[in-house]
């Protein structure tokens, strides 16, 4: 399974099915790839209805014909621009074209429902992407049922965890491989991912990506 970083918060999960999560691509200073260079897609993930992450969600879907999934709010959006969309809430399970995907919380602001992460089964992997979210108990959870493969952790303070509770989430949710996200686009996220990447020490396998680059998830 290939995992690349597209900058910010997007990423692309290359499998059996081609995922996109929170593809933030057009007016994003760390893109990797503009929405243009996609021509095949499954599924697009969108954690929350934020600029930062809804970014080209509906026209990637349009485009692919890709099958929208987000909270319930963003989805019936989407099915008003034609898209087909596979609306849930935290808590819910759905599978769409043989991803598993899983609804859980974040601790963030919304305009159309709420912010959330999920956990997506895929060719035997368990992949938790945190979406935007303070550190909380609840990720315990996540760690108790998924125990994710790999993780998706966001890094850069002001608007989500900084390093120090990022670090207390790879605690919490037991994650094998993590992967830092959401840092380094503007100059209020300015984090050092090597920081974070002392505070986790042994508890996993920090992977440090530039935007663009790609890891094998064996």
Same mark, same amino acid.
């Given at each position: ?60 879907? #349009? ?10 709010? *963003? ?36 305009? #159309? ?8 089964? *895929? ?13 909380? *108990?609840?990720? #315990? ?46 100059? *209020? ?30």
């Amino acid at each position: 399974m290939e995992i690349t970083w597209l900058g910010h918060s997007a990423v692309k999960i290359k499998g059996s099915k081609t995922i996109f999560i929170d593809p933030f691509l057009s007016g994003n200073p760390a893109a990797s790839m503009s929405p243009e260079e996609i021509s095949e897609a499954d599924v697009v993930i969108v954690t929350h209805d934020h600029g930062d992450h809804k970014g080209d969600a509906f026209e990637i879907c #349009k485009k692919t014909n890709a099958t929208l999934v987000s909270i319930h709010e *963003l989805a019936v959006e989407g099915e008003s621009f034609g898209l087909t969309c596979e609306g849930m809430n935290i808590g819910g399970t759905v599978d769409v074209n043989g991803v598993k995907i899983h609804m859980v919380q974040a601790l963030h602001s919304a305009e #159309k429902g709420c912010a959330t992460g999920v956990v997506i089964e *895929l060719d035997g992997k368990n992949i938790y992407h945190a979406g935007d979210t303070g550190l909380t *108990l609840d990720m #315990k959870i996540i760690g108790d049922f998924f125990h994710p493969d790999l993780s998706f952790i966001p890094i850069g303070d002001r608007y989500t965890m900084g390093a120090n509770s990022a670090a207390k989430a790879v605690e919490y949710t037991q994650s094998k491989k993590v992967i830092p996200i959401h840092y380094g686009t503007f100059p *209020l996220l300015e984090a050092d991912p090597s920081i974070f990447k002392e505070k986790v020490a042994n508890k996993a396998e920090v992977i440090i990506l530039k935007p663009g680059e790609t890891y094998s998830l064996q």
